[in-house]
């Protein structure tokens, strides 16, 4: 068992705060991610977790005992960071038991577990060379291999992949999920990549600025976010928004901006006529193009088309705003066409202008 729980924790440097009364449970054998741009605390949160920084306030608690004064080497994690700090004159079978040596565990049960660490790793092979002989992926997994040697209650991973080229992360990625599938043990992963969040995870937090914004699965994230961070943060390409009020019109209820007047249909029009001013929210796979007129769709020029392969991502200039509509290939119109864009009522989000908490 390893449920990890964090209480009202808060981290200072020098008067600045890093990470402000976060709570949070992690569940056992959950995989969940903190995510969110650089410098909003993420790594400081697992740095606490597993004990290399100690919590200004709050407490955290492993399968609710306390642990907030016990030393990293006491708790009952296991960590993988992003440099991944191989020691270059050992072999991979030395630097994954290494761990297992200090703690003096004898050499043929080391032996076997690194086997075993090896094989789930598919690097058995490699057991016998230097990290200088490895590619980028093989020395991943070696850290890998390292991390799971030690049978924790929890790993925390620090941005494991960031080191890796692009082809190879989207690899390891899926490697990593499985992992976590085969050591059945709770997995705390820290990322920037809102498609690792996305991807890996059974629930996702989403940090700015030392607080947690929204945490949920990733389905809620993308189909649900609580704020216009999250809905911009999650996404790629991030949703469009538009600024504007809302109006009733004819018995129903408009948005209404210099660049188009949409229809709303619920659940997407809250009924509080107090917020007028809005953002309309929609992502780029939701809207959809035509070559020629279809009502209620908002007529504007082809800015520039991308073709990603099976889609291709056009970014259309409706009365000086620039939307993204991610639509299946082909997609022929050139520069400058005339094209008309539909917004799929079901699927508009809307937040204040203000501090752009979600309107559900
Ligand atoms: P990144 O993705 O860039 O690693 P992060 O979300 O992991 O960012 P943290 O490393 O947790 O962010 O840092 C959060 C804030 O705390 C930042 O403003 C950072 O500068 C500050 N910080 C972190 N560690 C220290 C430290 N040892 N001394 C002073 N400030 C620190």
């Known amino acids: 068992m390893a449920e990890v729980r964090l209480e009202g924790v808060s981290k200072s440097f020098g008067g600045k705060t890093a990470v402000d009364d976060l709570t949070l449970t992690v569940e056992d054998r959950e995989f969940l991610t903190l995510v969110g741009p650089s410098g909003c605390g993420k790594s400081t949160t697992l740095r606490m977790i597993c004990g290399l920084e100690r919590a200004t306030a709050g407490n955290i608690f492993f399968d609710g005992k306390p642990v907030s004064w016990l030393p990293a080497n006491k ?7 992003q440099s991944y700090a191989l020691y270059p004159h050992k072999t991979v079978a030395q630097n994954i038991g290494f761990a ?22 598919d690097i058995e092979d490699l057991l016998d060379r230097k990290p200088r002989e490895l590619s980028g992926g093989q020395r991943q997994r070696v850290a890998l291999g390292r991390a799971i040697v030690r049978d924790a209650g929890a790993y925390l991973l620090d941005e494991p992949l960031s080191n890796l080229d692009a082809q190879l992360r ?17 997995f705390i992963y820290v990322t920037h990549d809102q498609v690792e969040a ?5 629930r996702i937090a989403v940090m700015r600025d030392g607080v947690i914004q929204q945490c949920a699965t990733p389905e809620e994230i993308y189909e649900r976010p609580a704020n216009r961070f999250v809905a911009s943060f999650m996404g790629s390409p991030p949703m469009n928004f538009l ?13 209404r901006s210099p660049a188009l007047t949409q229809t709303l249909t619920p659940p997407a029009a ?11 929210g929609i992502r780029p796979e939701d809207l959809t193009l035509s070559t020629t007129p279809v009502q209620g769709y908002h007529p504007g020029k082809v800015f520039v088309s991308e073709p990603l392969g099976p889609d291709v991502l056009v970014t259309v200039n409706i009365e000086g705003e620039l939307l993204k509509a991610r639509v299946p290939t082909p997609f ?15 699927r508009l989000h809307l937040f204040t202008t203000t501090d752009g908490t979600a309107l559900h």
């Open 198 to 202: 996305m991807t890996m995870s059974d």
């Open 75 to 81: 708790r009952d994690v296991s960590m993988v960071f």
């Open 170 to 186: 989207v690899l390891m990625r899926a490697e990593i999920k499985r992992l976590h599938v085969d050591v059945a043990r709770t």
């Open 270 to 280: 809250p009924l509080d006529a107090v917020e007028r001013a809005v953002v309309l």
């Open 243 to 255: 600024t504007g009020e809302l109006a009733d019109a004819d018995g129903t209820r408009v948005f």
């Open 100 to 121: 297992l040596k200090m703690m003096r565990v004898p050499k043929a049960t080391i032996a076997e577990e690194v086997r075993r660490a090896a094989r789930t790793l």
């Open 332 to 346: 022929r119109l050139g520069h400058d066409s005339t094209v008309y864009v539909g917004l799929d009522p079901a």
